[in-house]
């Protein structure tokens, strides 16, 4: 586990965050960007002193900007006494240097300041070996490590090395000699979960997966359909790794919900990549519940960015991608948009399309489980004749199908109607005959 990044017996480090226009792919606006990227900032506990958008016509090879916005951020930079530069952009390794030099402070890009991020808030072995194998991946040509783009120099012993000194020293060869180990690793890990699939795939229980831009909500909304309580913040990646619970739907059916990891515009493709093996389970999925902030002037926004990352993962062949948006935060609109969202929503939730919530006061929560039940029963009815002996019998189709019909005949036998996967019925003749 990589040291700590900030420590919080002393001031938390000063930043200035750049956001350069004109270079992303996004639609959202500048500003908009901006604010993401100081918020991302934030939850690595920067002290951000100032915030600048950066017209950039011509991007300069040896330091994005050109020559005399360097100077008039150098500036800046003295100007708010920062100790690092978030810049909202991919930069070069030559590129980080040179404004390194420039600025005399630490300078981090986008895809460093996300894994950093990730990199503290990963608890579970997998999720720390994922984000490990993206921060090799990131690092092949750099020669710093991103442990140690914020670290403290530290005095007092003679000694002005952070934590990641000896990996400065790393070569490609031990890099690549890690990653290779790492892939192996997380191989394992997408064997196990493949194992899991099938053991549940036996069962079977549909699985429904949150995805959903950061901060969106989604583990408010976990917390409140599962009744459990994974940390929910108003923060940016407030959780990482991937949680499960089952879950009652409407007339019993059971169901297994998977809250992922927050996407985010321009993930950065090392993590989409090393966390493959976690965001198969959405591919896998008998539904997805696509989690937005309905309340943000940039949902829409990030609906597309959500898209665009789902695109890259994979579906089963033969599988059909459901997928299920769920309206979050209505309880934050004033009282026109509210009746606009809901009007719409309704419409959109008669086609299995959309359904308006907060999971914050559980507001269309039911009509929210509702519609899931209603998108993922299609298994098929059987109608089961039961003796007054098979109390067993019974308790077994109550726990893993959904009896949608019952009543008891006059020589005290029970008629059931379930709906059972044809795997599950096959289960239940050889278990109870």
Known sequence: MATPLIDHAVPLIRAIVIHPDGRSESSRLAEERLEEAAGLARALDLDVRAEEIVRV???????????GKVEELAALVRAADAEAVVVDDDLSPVQQRNLEKAWDCKVIDRTGLILEIFGRRARTKEGRLQVELARLDYERSRLVRTWTHLER????????GGPGETQIELDRRL???RIVKLKTELEEVRR???????????????????????NAGKSTLFNR????????KDLLFATLDTTQRTIRLPQGRPAIVADTVGFISDLPHE????????LEEVGEADLILHVRDIASPDSEAQRKDVEAVLKQIETPEGKTRRVLEVWNKIDLLDAEAREAVL???????????????????GEGIEALRETIAGLIDDDPETELVLDPSQGEALAWLYENGRVTGRETDGEGRTHVVVRLHPAALGRFERQFG
């Open 271 to 278: 993590l989409v990549e090393s966390f493959r093996a976690t």
């Open 225 to 232: 359909l599962t009744g459990s309580d994974v940390v929910a």
């Open 343 to 361: 009007g719409q929503a309704e419409r959109l939730r008669a086609q299995g399309n959309a359904v308006a919530v907060s999971a914050w006061t």
């Open 175 to 177: 890099i690549a000699d």
């Open 153 to 160: 120099q530290r005095g007092g012993t003679g000694s002005t």
């Open 192 to 214: 196990t979960r493949g194992l899991h699939r099938k053991a549940r795939a036996r069962v079977p229980f549909p699985a429904v997966a949150l995805v959903g831009y950061t």
């Open 57 to 67: 016509r011509k991007p300069t090879p040896a330091t994005l900007f050109g020559s």
